[in-house]
């Protein structure tokens, strides 16, 4: 059994993943965007229009030089904030309900 106390989180840490939110949200907006673009070009229903995780997890790599472990975090940040629904290996943006645009 461990009797030591749980590690509080880095701060500094913490700050950085909130700090690339707006960042990140557009990145998956722009994804999105794409994935909606393609289902009109195929004439297929947009409300299924989803980004795959993985896609999304290795562009924010690439554009802010980071490891998948953060880039994870990034993800399930934006998830608990409400920004993004998350199901299986995709994501979804949370739409406003009254104005049925992206939140």
Do not use: C, T
Request: aromatic residues 10%; charged residues 30%.
């Amino acid at each position: 059994m461990n009797d030591r106390p749980a590690k509080p989180p880095n701060l500094n840490h913490v700050d950085w993943i909130e700090k690339k939110h707006d960042e990140a949200m557009e990145m998956f907006l722009e994804i999105y965007s794409a994935m909606r673009a393609n289902l009109i070009a195929k004439n297929r229903p947009v409300d299924n229009a989803a980004v795959r995780r993985k896609d999304w997890r290795e562009y924010m790599q690439w554009q802010f030089h980071i490891g998948w472990e953060i880039a994870e975090q990034i993800e399930q940040s934006l998830s608990r904030a409400g920004k993004i629904k998350l199901f299986g290996g995709y994501a979804v943006p949370v739409m406003d309900q009254e104005e049925g645009n992206e939140a």
